[in-house]
């Protein structure tokens, strides 16, 4: 039986998520405005037949498909909103679920650390290679959710929301963690704005 672990839609990728993204795309990496969606299914295996009828059906590009033992993700993209959601629309009617049935979004972990030290940004900026580097001073959010899709869109979210510079977006595996960094009060504002995200996640 093939469970919707994650579903999850974006209407315009905004610029460093669209790039950050990109830097790890092993497809065709989209491009910020793009629309997206964010599909997760287990078994894993299981990915590859939505991967297929979803490319097959529409004109959406695949941007990344990871395939492990117990889940299965893709993530697809198009400068065509209506191409998305129509593929979308699709998956659900041959996976024959409906969007009510994705698995909940859980918050594992979230906090707020203010006037960061040197030291600590050093070490999170080697271990981040991907995303924009940490400065001394600035504050820090950190979030991690089960299950992992559903942190690009409260990435997405918190970069409309504020002034903010996307460290780290890891949305494989079994959690999905966030690190952004910023002011004070543009990270709170970022923080409040991806919580708010996962608990009312998108799905058209």
């Known amino acids: 039986m093939i469970k919707l672990r994650?579903?999850?839609?974006?209407?315009?990728?905004?610029?460093?998520?669209?790039?950050?993204?990109?830097s790890v795309s092993q497809?065709?990496?989209?491009?910020?405005?793009?629309?997206?969606?964010?599909?997760?299914?287990?078994?894993?295996?299981?990915?590859?037949?939505?991967?297929?009828?979803?490319?097959?059906?529409?004109?959406?590009?695949?941007?990344?498909?990871?395939?492990?033992?117990?889940?299965?993700?893709?993530?697809?993209?198009?400068r065509d909103q209506s191409d998305v959601?129509?593929?979308?629309?699709?998956?659900?009617?041959?996976?024959?679920?409906?969007?009510?049935?994705?698995?909940?979004?859980h918050i594992a972990w979230?906090?707020?650390i203010n006037g960061m030290t040197s030291d600590h940004t050093v070490l999170i900026n080697r271990q981040n290679r991907r995303g924009s580097m940490m400065l001394p001073g600035q504050s820090m959010f950190i979030l991690e959710t089960e299950p992992a899709g559903y942190i690009v869109y409260a990435a997405n979210q918190a970069e409309k929301a504020a002034?903010?510079?996307l460290i780290d977006v890891r949305a494989v595996g079994a959690y999905g963690r966030l690190t952004l960094s910023g002011s004070e009060?543009?990270?709170?504002?970022?923080?409040?704005a991806a919580i708010y995200a996962i608990q009312h996640p998108s799905g058209t």
Not at 54 to 75: C, H, I, P
Not at 185 to 192: F, R, S, T
């Open 110 to 112: 979230q906090e707020i």
């Open 85 to 105: 959601r129509e593929a979308g629309r699709i998956l659900l009617s041959n996976l024959g679920a409906d969007i009510d049935e994705r698995q909940d979004c």
């Open 27 to 78: 497809g065709f990496p989209p491009v910020p405005g793009h629309a997206c969606l964010w599909v997760e299914v287990s078994p894993g295996m299981a990915i590859h037949r939505f991967t297929d009828i979803a490319l097959k059906a529409t004109r959406v590009n695949l941007a990344q498909q990871v395939v492990e033992r117990n889940f299965g993700s893709m993530v697809i993209h198009h």
């Open 185 to 192: 009060a543009d990270v709170e504002e970022a923080a409040a």
């Open 163 to 165: 002034n903010i510079t």
């Open 6 to 22: 994650t579903y999850v839609y974006i209407d315009s990728l905004q610029p460093q998520l669209a790039e950050y993204m990109a």
